[in-house]
């Protein structure tokens, strides 16, 4: 199983960037993919979740200091998933990792290298 994080970057406060996470060796559709980030010297924080195709659960998360700028989305053709950020902020900086679980509900299982998001003020 493998989840490649990539698209992060130095970009000024205001401005944009789109993460993707490339995922391979499982069965992509069957999972729910999610963003979740660690700023320096902070623990790990949910960002956002995007249910399985192929399942019920049929659920969009996003944590509230992203909601309304950030927009995740996934392409299965593909095996993968990617997370819009618009508006970014200093306190969006951190390293962002996806991961792979069976629900958005339910703790992630698989988790890829992070990539670094710097937002300057």
């Known amino acids: 199983v493998q989840l490649q994080a990539s698209g992060g970057g130095f970009v000024q406060a205001g401005g944009s960037l789109r993460l993707s996470c490339a995922g391979s060796g499982f069965t992509f559709d069957d999972y729910a993919i999610g963003w979740v980030r660690q700023a320096p010297g902070k623990g790990r924080e949910g960002v956002s979740c995007i249910s399985s195709s192929s399942g019920s659960e049929g659920r969009i998360e996003y944590s509230d200091s992203v909601n309304g700028r950030f927009t995740i989305s996934r392409d299965n053709a593909k095996n993968a998933v990617y997370l819009q950020m618009n508006s970014l902020k200093p306190e969006d900086t951190g390293v962002y990792f996806c991961?792979?679980?069976?629900?958005?509900?339910?703790?992630?299982?698989?988790w890829g290298q992070g990539t670094q998001v710097t937002v300057s003020s």
């Open positions: 991961a792979a679980g069976p629900l958005c509900v339910l703790e992630y299982i698989h």
